[in-house]
């Protein structure tokens, strides 16, 4: 899908133009349905939004000669799409522009506190996924679709409940391209029928029970057919579920098409060879048993008991085909569409035919499965089929009962030659008249179809993970406490190192293996028993004893190595340049080392020596004594943890919820880990030198406070700085707090002062930067005394004002589209305001706007106060229209505009518009002009644009005038 035309660079390496696919594809088209699935499945998305939002282009640079010329740019925007219908349990892929581009196990979290309760977060190298679990209850998106309502209420977008939202933010595009890559989402979804009990089965090979996808789309008030409760009997659903899957397995059927919820689940009924029928008001499945043993006969119909000759359709043995061809998803190659062929060799009949037939079937998508069910079906397929219509005088049961839908019956016919097991499909009893029986042949008695084979190549299997037996909480100095994104983080933080623990099967937990992933960190306060998550963390450490002490001067390491372990073949040697730059952590007690040279014993593997740099990372070296716990751990693998309810002194109990890709660990057996905070060492000197400059200054003018503040132990927790009004004593008369900040990483250990005050009124001012230490102490430097000089007269005040002013367009382009920016200076009475607009390139245009609309900066009170706005003439009626202040003449310059052959515009229009008309409040406008006869011609929306002359038009206009200026109401001088 194109949102904004262009072009690619580099065409697709298997371009595909005239078969391409629903499946493939993401589409905005109208009237394309959401897409139903269950069980495992690639959805392409489905675009909500109009137009890719907050565009970015970053030039590419190639080395032409001696120079780097740009050779393109690199295009990402945000845009927003549906995956599919319903809740997800999981999310395990994610592919752009038919390249998978994150893999992965991201389960629904249910816990209302989780950090991914509502969506989950994915960073990949070509932007972050924010997916929407499809709750029934998920709040309006507020990454992009909400801002985008509140910014235009005509583009307001709903909450998508009961939808998989997917928002991309920052999405790469391509090297200049304007079209959103294709995307598809990896879903595993088990369906939720409105009764009944199917637990998810999170089958990763094969899906879930299709008998529950049916009823959830026969049942389902929103998007199936809403058949009410009283109309099924739960227990027949449940037990024909537990049947089909103890004797076919899981499905993964999914519909992007429209069709009738009656057909679709009659398609779905194929994979089983089931049937339902209506008795009594109820639904009633079935299915064909398939186990070729003779079923219960209630009653044989002859000749004698037919009431009209019989209506019966029969078809010779093969005539439909002694050979089928099933096309599946092969989940084990991202459901690539594959086919398998099977034939009836057992049928003698058939095999002296040759039509073959080719079924679709979607929701399978293990090959094994997928020859099973060929295999029943060309069985099937082989044998000759009867149905039709029987009229009888009576049609009851051997023991008098009447025969019902479900029954078998056999059909003996000499003058029809028809002797046949059938199935009754239905039953009619007229009020007067002959009773009608729908029958079709019981599939299975004549031939006993073989049961699904599983893989008999060995497989993973599931496997689950065992608990973390060997960790440690590490207080991370302030070099480590880094987010994601290398900046610092505030408050205690901490490393969990752990051990990774193995994997055992789930049927046979002799079996061991290397599965576990990761952990999710939890944390609960001692003495409480409910834990909240941190986060995810799928780094490990390897644990270590010291078989020798190591005095503080010690520079080698005596090591025996946890045979546990099972990443100890990831700690390799390191020279010289990556031990400096601390690359691999060994950690004893509080100290952190660098690790270099390792040496491993001749025959026993597990006893290292390891040269280290001691006192690494902000921590002094200390002598250690055998027996000590070792870790180590790559620096670049530490993750910090961090909470802003931990406290110095306070006990926190953590537990470590270890997961495969296929299960997490029970939270309840994972063990308590506890830890006590490190309380706060005393803080150490904090030196401050701090002046205000100049000595002497002027009512109006601006003074510098500069300095520096300086702390060698690096425990600066806070800092202030203030600017004091003295009395003639010296005493405090008031202060104005100019900077207040929160120290983390280097500005702990201080830095320097450098802040701009404006002195408004006269007297004797002084400057005070106030530090507070970790452990509350709290130190002051002063400077000397400044005398601010005699007041300016009385009037205004010198100022600056920065300020974002609206952008009047005709509503042509979204405000996020231009950059737009102002400035005002008032000095000595005179107000200077600088604005400027730039158009962004292929900025989108809205449809609908107003063409002909003059163009104009708007400013509100808000932004620049109205007691530096021109003044408004008391002589004048004001009762309606503008306020229009004498032309001013500005160097008002407009750059590549439509229908303009000059490229500047001599001078500009300020108004007051009134709040009348619809506007909310009163305005500050400025209109670049042009005389044109009695009026003056204004700059039009349609002159706008994002490309004229190869640049986006641009708009600068400087305006100054004396405070006090009057306006006059506008009178016959219009902006035309």
Same mark, same amino acid.
């Given at each position: 899908?194109?949102?904004?035309?262009?072009?690619?660079?580099?065409?697709?390496?298997?371009?595909?133009?005239?078969?391409?696919?629903?499946?493939?594809?993401?589409?905005?088209?109208?009237?394309?349905?959401?897409?139903?699935?269950?069980?495992?499945?690639?959805?392409?998305?489905?675009?909500?939004?109009?137009?890719?939002?907050?565009?970015?282009?970053?030039?590419?640079?190639?080395?032409?000669?001696?120079?780097?010329?740009?050779?393109?740019?690199?295009?990402?925007?945000?845009?927003?799409?549906?995956?599919? #219908?319903?809740?997800?349990?999981?999310?395990?892929?994610?592919?752009?522009?038919?390249?998978?581009?994150?893999?992965?196990?991201?389960? /629904?979290?249910?816990?209302?506190?989780?950090?991914?309760?509502?969506?989950?977060?994915?960073?990949?190298?070509?932007?972050?996924?924010?997916?929407?679990?499809?709750?029934?209850?998920?709040?309006?998106?507020?990454? *992009?679709?909400?801002?985008?309502?509140? &910014?235009?209420?005509?583009?307001?977008?709903?909450?998508?409940?009961?939808?998989?939202?997917?928002?991309?933010?920052?999405?790469?595009?391509?090297?200049?391209?304007?079209?959103?890559?294709?995307?598809?989402?990896?879903?595993?979804?088990?369906?939720?029928?409105?009764?009944?009990?199917?637990?998810?089965?999170?089958?990763?090979?094969?899906?879930?029970?299709?008998?529950?996808?049916?009823?959830?789309? #026969?049942?389902?008030?929103?998007?199936?057919?809403?058949?009410?409760?009283?109309?099924?009997?739960?227990?027949?659903? +449940?037990? #024909?579920?537990?049947?089909?899957?103890?004797?076919?397995?899981?499905?993964?059927?999914?519909?992007?098409?429209?069709?009738?919820?009656?057909?679709?689940?009659?398609?779905?009924?194929?994979?089983?060879?089931?049937?339902?029928?209506?008795?009594?008001?109820?639904?009633?499945?079935?299915?064909?048993?398939?186990?070729?043993?003779?079923?219960?006969?209630?009653?044989?119909?002859?000749?004698?008991?037919?009431?009209?000759?019989?209506?019966?359709?029969?078809?010779?043995?093969?005539?439909?085909?002694?050979?089928?061809?099933?096309?599946?998803?092969?989940?084990?190659?991202?459901?690539?569409?594959?086919?398998?062929?099977?034939?009836?060799?057992?049928?003698?009949?058939?095999?002296?035919?040759?039509?073959?037939?080719?079924?679709?079937?979607?929701?399978? =998508?293990?090959?094994?499965?997928?020859?099973?069910?060929?295999?029943?079906?060309?069985?099937?397929?082989?044998?000759?089929?009867?149905?039709?219509?029987?009229?009888?005088?009576?049609?009851?049961?051997?023991?008098?009962?009447?025969?019902?839908?479900?029954?078998?019956?056999?059909?003996?016919?000499?003058?029809?030659?028809?002797?046949?097991?059938?199935?009754?499909?239905?039953?009619?009893?007229?009020?007067?008249?002959? =009773? %009608?029986?729908?029958?079709?042949?019981?599939?299975?008695?004549?031939?006993?179809?073989?049961?699904?084979?599983?893989?008999?190549?060995?497989?993973?299997? &599931? !496997?689950?993970?065992?608990?973390?037996?060997?960790?440690?909480?590490?207080?991370?100095?302030?070099?480590?406490?880094?987010?994601?994104?290398?900046?610092?983080?505030?408050?205690?933080?901490?490393?969990?190192?752990?051990?990774?623990?193995?994997?055992?099967?789930?049927?046979?937990?002799?079996?061991?293996?290397?599965?576990?992933?990761?952990?999710?960190?939890?944390?609960?306060?001692?003495?409480?028993?409910?834990?909240?998550?941190?986060?995810?963390?799928?780094?490990?450490?390897?644990?270590?004893?010291?078989?020798?002490?190591?005095?503080?001067?010690?520079? %080698?390491? &005596?090591?025996?190595?946890?045979? +546990?372990?099972?990443?100890?073949?990831?700690?390799?040697?390191?020279?010289?340049?990556?031990?400096?730059?601390?690359?691999?952590?060994?950690?004893?007690?509080?100290?952190?080392?660098?690790?270099?040279?390792?040496?491993?014993?001749?025959?026993?593997?597990?006893?290292?020596?390891?040269?280290?740099?001691?006192?690494?990372?902000?921590?002094?070296?200390?002598?250690?004594?055998?027996?000590?716990?070792?870790?180590?751990?790559?620096?670049?693998?530490?993750?910090? &943890?961090?909470?802003?309810?931990?406290?110095?002194?306070?006990?926190?109990?953590?537990?470590?919820?270890?997961?495969?890709?296929?299960?997490?660990?029970?939270? +309840?057996?994972?063990?308590?880990?506890?830890?006590?905070?490190?309380?706060?060492?005393?803080?150490?000197?904090?030196?401050?030198?701090?002046?205000?400059?100049?000595?002497?200054?002027?009512?109006?003018?601006?003074?510098?406070?500069?300095?520096?503040?300086?702390?060698?132990?690096?425990?600066?927790?806070?800092?202030?700085?203030?600017?004091?009004?003295?009395?003639?004593?010296?005493?405090?008369?008031?202060?104005?707090?100019?900077?207040?900040?929160?120290?983390?990483?280097?500005?702990?250990?201080?830095?320097?002062?450098?802040?701009?005050?404006?002195?408004?009124?006269?007297?004797?001012?002084?400057?005070?930067?106030?530090?507070?230490?970790?452990?509350?102490?709290?130190?002051?430097? #002063?400077?000397?005394?400044?005398?601010?000089?005699?007041?300016?007269?009385?009037?205004?005040?010198?100022?600056?004002?920065?300020?974002?002013?609206?952008?009047?367009?005709?509503?042509?382009?979204?405000?996020?589209?231009?950059?737009?920016?102002?400035?005002?200076?008032?000095?000595?009475?005179?107000?200077?305001?600088?604005?400027?607009?730039?158009?962004?390139?292929?900025? %989108?245009?809205?449809?609908? $706007?107003?063409?002909?609309?003059?163009?104009?900066?708007?400013?509100?009170?808000?932004?620049?106060?109205?007691? $530096?706005?021109?003044?408004?003439?008391?002589?004048?009626?004001?009762?309606?229209?503008?306020? *229009?202040?004498?032309?001013?003449?500005?160097?008002?310059?407009?750059?590549?505009?439509?229908?303009?052959?000059?490229?500047?515009?001599?001078?500009?229009?300020?108004?007051?518009?009134?709040?009348?008309?619809?506007?909310?409040?009163?305005?500050?406008?400025?209109?670049? !002009?042009?005389?044109?006869?009695?009026?003056?011609?204004?700059? /039009?929306?349609?002159?706008?644009?994002?490309?004229?002359?190869?640049?986006?038009?641009?708009?600068?206009?400087?305006?100054?005038?004396?405070?006090?200026?009057?306006?006059?109401?506008?009178?016959?001088?219009?902006?035309?």
């Amino acid at each position: 899908m194109s949102f904004s035309g262009g072009k690619t660079e580099v065409p697709s390496s298997a371009p595909r133009i005239g078969n391409l696919k629903s499946a493939d594809v993401s589409s905005n088209e109208q009237g394309i349905p959401v897409p139903w699935c269950a069980g495992a499945d690639f959805r392409p998305l489905t675009w909500v939004v109009p137009a890719a939002y907050n565009r970015i282009e970053k030039p590419v640079k190639v080395k032409a000669g001696k120079k780097k010329v740009t050779a393109g740019y690199d295009i990402y925007a945000d845009v927003a799409g549906i995956a599919c #219908l319903g809740l997800i349990d999981s999310i395990t892929a994610i592919e752009s522009a038919e390249t998978i581009i994150w893999t992965g196990d991201k389960r /629904r979290q249910d816990n209302p506190n989780h950090s991914e309760y509502w969506r989950a977060h994915i960073t990949t190298d070509v932007g972050d996924f924010y997916v929407y679990w499809g709750r029934p209850d998920q709040p309006v998106d507020d990454i *992009l679709l909400g801002p985008i309502g509140r &910014q235009n209420p005509a583009l307001e977008h709903p909450a998508y409940r009961g939808q998989v939202l997917v928002v991309c933010k920052k999405y790469y595009f391509g090297q200049d391209s304007r079209t959103v890559p294709s995307t598809r989402i990896r879903v595993h979804r088990a369906p939720r029928p409105e009764i009944g009990n199917f637990p998810p089965r999170m089958n990763a090979e094969q899906g879930e029970s299709i008998v529950a996808g049916a009823l959830e789309l #026969l049942t389902n008030p929103v998007f199936g057919a809403g058949i009410p409760a009283s109309h099924f009997i739960p227990g027949e659903w +449940e037990g #024909l579920s537990a049947a089909v899957i103890a004797a076919h397995g899981c499905h993964s059927p999914n519909s992007d098409r429209a069709a009738p919820v009656a057909d679709f689940v009659s398609d779905l009924f194929l994979y089983f060879d089931g049937y339902a029928r209506i008795e009594n008001g109820k639904i009633r499945p079935g299915a064909f048993p398939h186990t070729g043993q003779a079923p219960g006969i209630v009653a044989t119909i002859d000749d004698h008991a037919l009431a009209a000759p019989l209506a019966l359709t029969i078809t010779a043995p093969g005539r439909n085909g002694n050979e089928v061809r099933v096309k599946y998803r092969d989940g084990g190659d991202n459901l690539s569409e594959k086919s398998i062929a099977a034939s009836a060799s057992a049928s003698v009949e058939a095999r002296q035919s040759h039509d073959p037939q080719e079924l679709e079937t979607p929701g399978i =998508i293990q090959t094994a499965q997928a020859a099973a069910y060929a295999q029943r079906a060309a069985i099937v397929a082989a044998e000759s089929e009867v149905s039709g219509t029987v009229e009888l005088r009576a049609a009851d049961r051997a023991d008098g009962t009447r025969i019902a839908p479900g029954d078998c019956v056999m059909l003996e016919s000499a003058i029809s030659g028809v002797r046949r097991v059938m199935r009754v499909a239905g039953r009619n009893d007229a009020w007067a008249g002959a =009773i %009608t029986l729908d029958l079709t042949a019981e599939r299975g008695f004549f031939q006993s179809l073989p049961a699904f084979v599983p893989d008999t190549r060995p497989n993973l299997g &599931q !496997v689950l993970p065992l608990a973390v037996d060997a960790a440690s909480v590490f207080e991370l100095p302030s070099a480590l406490a880094l987010d994601e994104s290398g900046k610092p983080v505030a408050g205690i933080a901490v490393a969990v190192l752990a051990r990774r623990p193995l994997s055992v099967n789930a049927n046979d937990p002799s079996i061991t293996s290397e599965a576990v992933q990761g952990f999710q960190l939890w944390c609960a306060a001692a003495g409480t028993t409910t834990y909240d998550p941190l986060s995810w963390q799928t780094t490990w450490a390897v644990r270590a004893t010291l078989t020798a002490a190591i005095a503080a001067g010690g520079d %080698t390491l &005596q090591l025996a190595i946890d045979p +546990e372990n099972i990443d100890d073949d990831r700690i390799v040697s390191h020279g010289v340049s990556a031990q400096t730059d601390n690359t691999l952590l060994v950690v004893i007690g509080g100290e952190i080392l660098s690790a270099g040279e390792i040496t491993k014993a001749p025959g026993n593997g597990l006893a290292w020596e390891i040269g280290v740099l001691r006192g690494r990372l902000e921590t002094d070296a200390a002598a250690h004594p055998a027996g000590a716990v070792v870790w180590l751990v790559y620096r670049d693998e530490v993750t910090a &943890q961090t909470s802003g309810a931990w406290t110095p002194e306070a006990t926190w109990h953590f537990k470590l919820e270890t997961r495969t890709a296929e299960e997490a660990l029970d939270l +309840e057996k994972a063990p308590v880990l506890a830890h006590t905070f490190a309380a706060v060492p005393p803080s150490g000197p904090v030196d401050i030198a701090v002046s205000l400059l100049p000595a002497s200054v002027a009512v109006g003018d601006f003074a510098s406070v500069a300095g520096s503040m300086q702390a060698p132990k690096g425990d600066i927790a806070s800092y202030k700085v203030s600017l004091i009004k003295l009395r003639e004593d010296d005493a405090e008369e008031s202060r104005r707090e100019m900077v207040s900040d929160v120290c983390v990483g280097e500005r702990k250990s201080g830095g320097p002062i450098s802040v701009v005050t404006l002195l408004t009124e006269a007297g004797r001012y002084r400057a005070e930067v106030r530090t507070v230490s970790d452990d509350g102490r709290v130190t002051i430097g #002063l400077s000397a005394i400044v005398q601010a000089g005699v007041p300016q007269p009385s009037g205004p005040p010198n100022a600056i004002f920065e300020f974002v002013p609206v952008f009047f367009c005709g509503n042509k382009y979204l405000q996020s589209d231009l950059r737009v920016s102002g400035r005002c200076v008032i000095l000595n009475g005179v107000v200077s305001i600088s604005l400027h607009m730039t158009i962004i390139m292929a900025a %989108t245009v809205l449809p609908g $706007y107003d063409s002909t609309a003059s163009i104009a900066f708007e400013i509100t009170e808000d932004q620049l106060p109205a007691i $530096y706005w021109p003044e408004l003439d008391p002589a004048m009626y004001y009762s309606s229209g503008d306020y *229009l202040v004498p032309y001013v003449i500005t160097p008002c310059l407009v750059g590549n505009l439509s229908d303009f052959s000059d490229v500047a515009v001599s001078c500009a229009v300020m108004e007051i518009r009134p709040a009348s008309g619809g506007a909310s409040r009163t305005t500050l406008c400025f209109s670049p !002009v042009r005389e044109s006869g009695n009026n003056v011609r204004g700059v /039009r929306a349609s002159h706008l644009g994002t490309s004229v002359s190869g640049s986006p038009s641009n708009i600068r206009i400087n305006i100054t005038y004396p405070l006090g200026i009057r306006a006059t109401r506008q009178i016959y001088r219009a902006i035309v």
